[in-house]
């Protein structure tokens, strides 16, 4: 199976700052990599596939890039509702497999 | 738009099967697409269980070996998740997704199925 990881478990930003949250597959994914977000007693939500392509109506300050094993998903001013997990996933091949998952928290 | 809903018991003893429906309405389910299960760990880890497809092939997670069955109900535009010989670790949150290549844009709203005696 293909491992994500995501080495920070927390992130702590502030309103209005550019914050990067990275995943790293165990081996290359061909940008086969999507993003989700998921906040508190909510499903999660698809923001970016193919590492780097927004889901219909995701804002343009979350953009996604990377390529080979390693990603980000980088949101260029964090809004107070940016409070939540964000995944990434590998749709690369089967059995699809997600990251640890990253919290991000607003100061 | 399309729209899915997790329903089933909450509540499973160890070594019972857990047997979960996904209804979904605004698409039917044999026109396109991958129609899967997904659940979520107390701690947050998100694990992929598997998949029947339109037209009715299935993939599953080798992890949940010959534990798993997904089938559907064409008539009714439901798929279901069978889980046999659950144990505690079996505890999570249940969603069924739609995929496209590879990725969940569509996503149930989950249900929590705890296994206990």
Same mark, same amino acid.
């Given at each position: 199976?293909?491992?994500?990881?995501?080495?920070?478990?927390?992130?702590?930003?502030?309103?209005?700052?550019?914050? =990067?949250?990275?995943?790293?597959?165990? %081996?290359?994914?061909?940008?086969?990599?999507?993003?989700?977000? %998921?906040? @508190?007693?909510?499903? @999660?939500?698809?923001?970016?596939?193919?590492? =780097?392509?927004?889901?219909? #109506?995701?804002?343009?300050?979350?953009? #996604? =890039? #990377?390529? &080979?094993?390693?990603?980000?998903?980088?949101?260029?001013?964090?809004?107070?509702?940016?409070?939540?997990?964000?995944?990434? %996933? %590998?749709?690369?091949?089967? @059995?699809?497999?997600? &990251? &640890? &998952?990253?919290?991000?928290?607003?100061? | 738009?399309?729209?899915?809903?997790? /329903?089933?018991?909450?509540?499973?003893?160890? /070594?019972?099967?857990?047997?979960?429906?996904?209804?979904?309405?605004?698409?039917?389910?044999?026109?396109?697409?991958?129609? +899967?299960?997904? !659940?979520?760990?107390?701690?947050?880890?998100?694990?992929?269980?598997?998949?029947?497809?339109?037209?009715?092939? +299935?993939?599953?997670?080798?992890?949940?070996?010959? !534990?798993? /069955?997904? *089938? !559907?109900?064409?008539?009714?535009?439901?798929?279901?998740?069978?889980?046999?010989?659950?144990?505690?670790?079996?505890? $999570?949150?249940?969603?069924? $997704? !739609? $995929?496209?290549?590879?990725?969940?844009?569509?996503?149930?709203?989950?249900?929590?199925? *705890?296994?206990? $005696?």
């Amino acid at each position: 199976d293909i491992v994500m990881t995501q080495s920070h478990k927390f992130m702590s930003t502030s309103v209005g700052d550019r914050v =990067s949250i990275t995943c790293k597959a165990s %081996q290359d994914v061909s940008t086969a990599v999507a993003w989700y977000q %998921q906040k @508190p007693g909510q499903s @999660p939500k698809l923001l970016i596939y193919w590492a =780097s392509t927004r889901h219909t #109506g995701v804002p343009d300050r979350f953009t #996604g =890039s #990377g390529s &080979g094993t390693d990603y980000t998903l980088t949101i260029s001013s964090v809004q107070a509702e940016d409070l939540a997990l964000y995944y990434c %996933q %590998q749709h690369y091949s089967t @059995p699809r497999t997600f &990251g &640890g &998952g990253t919290k991000l928290e607003i100061k | 738009d399309v729209q899915l809903q997790e /329903s089933g018991p909450g509540l499973v003893k160890p /070594s019972q099967s857990l047997s979960l429906t996904c209804s979904v309405t605004g698409y039917s389910i044999t026109s396109g697409y991958y129609w +899967n299960w997904i !659940r979520q760990f107390p701690g947050n880890k998100l694990e992929w269980m598997g998949y029947i497809s339109y037209d009715g092939s +299935n993939n599953y997670n080798p992890s949940l070996k010959n !534990r798993i /069955s997904i *089938t !559907r109900d064409t008539s009714k535009n439901q798929f279901f998740l069978k889980l046999n010989s659950v144990t505690t670790e079996d505890t $999570a949150t249940y969603y069924c $997704a !739609r $995929a496209e290549t590879g990725t969940f844009a569509y996503w149930g709203q989950g249900t929590l199925v *705890t296994v206990s $005696a």
